[in-house]
């Protein structure tokens, strides 16, 4: 079982910036993908930005070149740094990461979520 902690939500007024960081701790066997979604009241969870093992970074086209994610892949971490941050963006951000059981020829995936870090950008 792996455990996904997040920190580094608030309130940030339109324009500012905030970092998230997220840790995967527990029973690792390795972990591939990671990445963050977000939730905002009365709308379904959307893809952020996510990256591989290789540093293939994936963003959605509404934070592009104002959001930029990156990992420490020897201490299970990921960041969110988000810049020029807007209202629209205000919601529930969630860390994701895929750990990968590899059972002989066969790999096993393990999907797991953290709980949610809020943020929100008003004015």
């Known amino acids: 079982q792996v455990q996904l902690v997040e920190s580094g939500g608030g309130s940030v007024q339109p324009g500012g910036s905030l970092r998230l960081s997220c840790i995967a701790t527990?029973?690792?066997?390795?972990?591939?993908?990671m990445g963050w979604y977000r939730q905002a009241p009365g709308k379904q969870r959307e893809l952020v930005a996510s990256i591989s093992t290789g540093g293939t970074a994936t963003y959605a086209d509404s934070v592009k070149g104002r959001f930029t994610i990156d990992r420490d892949m020897t201490a299970n971490k990921v960041y969110l740094q988000m810049n020029n941050l807007k209202p629209e963006d205000t919601a529930v951000y969630y860390c994701n990461a895929d750990d990968v059981e590899v059972i002989g020829l066969d790999n096993r995936l393990y999907d797991y979520w953290g709980q949610g870090t809020q943020v929100t950008v008003s004015s």
């Open positions: 527990g029973n690792i066997y390795s972990i591939n993908s």
